[in-house]
């Protein structure tokens, strides 16, 4: 399970809240498990949702298009209640007085075939709910909340539009409130199988942006660089998010010799990210950049003193940039910490603010944080430095596993 159950439920009983409903595609998956398969940037909009009672004697439930449920048997999920959506079929009610949607059968069996154990699941599933259709997914997540008792109960969702659609499907009483940052509250304190999928993330991400980073040659520009880390990332099993080198990329279109380059990947695996930075050079390095390389970090060195319980991102931030203007650096800016899981930045967060933008938040055991220190300097380069650690009992395990030399190629 990826979930934190145990702080979902502390998080509720704090807002006096009996359950989330999710629509966003990584809060669903978050909740159940499950990764839709048109969860995509082109796909279906609130065609999957995942209910999840505060009280864990009641049943959380997954709701998927029908042409899924074989799909639930080969990726599977943790919730015990499913509910299918097909289309309208105005024949009749389910068992729980909702309207029923129209039978799926889906793909046909041959006769007399011997099935495997994944296949005999295929057909199992669909005889079990094939027959149990909803008309559309509003009708299966007011089934869903039925049956986990919920009907009059004070719910937190990731879409506002969520109360709308239960009042259509006549659930009148119950209390939707949008407090998508709750979800993301929940997401901070990462389970140990959210761990084990950012520790391969992690080093997916940093191979391949190494791998990008050797590859410079003169004149090679930043769109052939950032493919070849988007296909090391595919070989590996792992989808890359994208590689920078900064907002503006780079100053004269390509790569050039002396010239310093800050390189910056992220990327993806089961849909937890990695984030990695390193300084890197085609050639030889300036004494300059060197001593840059040198200030930045000293500031991780402080970095280290301050990744624990009990820290506050801006606490973390002013001791690392003081330290690197302490060095010699002097117009280098406080840097940027983060939470990084399901999103770039795991973190609560408002609506349409300024990219990273969010409020001041406490280190506690299980956080996975990146010291994101990128600078840049027209007419000159850029340097940087990142790397993902998970918050200890007592300090920090980093999650990155190359060290933090100057790149030379």
Excluded at 60 to 81: D, Q
Excluded at 156 to 176: E, F, Q
Excluded at 244 to 251: A, F, I, K, N, S
């Amino acid at each position: 399970m990826l979930l934190n159950y145990a702080r979902a439920k502390e998080i509720l009983e704090r807002e006096s809240l009996d359950g989330l409903i999710a629509q966003l595609p990584i809060n669903v998956y978050y909740l159940s498990d499950y990764w839709g398969l048109f969860n995509t940037a082109g796909g279906y909009d609130a065609a999957y949702l995942a209910v999840l009672p505060r009280d864990d004697r009641q049943p959380a439930g997954l709701i998927v298009p029908a042409l899924e449920l074989r799909r639930i048997e080969t990726s599977g999920t943790w919730m015990p209640n499913i509910f299918g959506h097909s289309g309208p079929d105005t024949t009749g009610t389910l068992p729980d007085g909702t309207p029923k949607g129209h039978d799926y059968r889906g793909w046909p069996t041959l006769e007399d075939a011997e099935l495997g154990a994944l296949e005999q699941g295929w057909v199992n599933i669909i005889d079990r709910l094939g027959e149990q259709m909803s008309p559309d997914a509003f009708w299966a997540v007011a089934r869903a909340v039925k049956a986990a008792g919920l009907e009059k109960a004070r719910i937190a969702t990731d879409d506002p539009r969520l109360a709308g659609w239960l009042t259509t499907c006549g659930l009148n009483h119950i209390h939707c409130e949008y407090r998508v940052d709750l979800f993301n509250e929940i997401r901070l304190v990462k389970t140990e199988a959210e761990l084990s999928l950012m520790k391969t993330a992690a080093l997916y991400n940093e191979t391949a942006m190494l791998t990008a980073v050797d590859a410079m040659t003169d004149g090679i520009t930043w769109h052939e660089l950032e493919n070849i880390y988007m296909m090391s990332m595919s070989r590996q099993g792992g989808r890359g998010v994208y590689m920078t080198c900064g907002v503006g990329e780079l100053p004269h279109g390509q790569i050039r010799r002396g010239e310093p380059v800050l390189f910056d990947a992220l990327g993806r695996y089961e849909h937890y990210h990695g984030d990695f930075g390193r300084c890197a050079v085609l050639g030889e390095p300036s004494a300059e950049h060197r001593r840059r390389h040198q200030h930045i970090c000293a500031g991780w060195k402080v970095a280290q003193e301050y990744l624990k319980p009990g820290v506050r991102y801006n606490e973390l931030s002013a001791a690392v940039g003081e330290a690197v203007r302490r060095e010699g650096f002097r117009n280098f800016r406080d840097p940027i910490v983060h939470s990084l899981g399901l999103e770039h930045t795991d973190d609560p967060k408002a609506p349409g603010v300024q990219p990273q933008d969010k409020p001041d938040r406490v280190l506690v055991k299980g956080m996975v944080v990146n010291v994101d220190m990128p600078h840049t300097e027209i007419g000159w380069g850029s340097v940087h430095m990142e790397d993902t650690v998970v918050i200890t009992d007592d300090g920090f395990e980093l999650l990155s596993t190359a060290d933090f030399s100057l790149r030379a190629v």
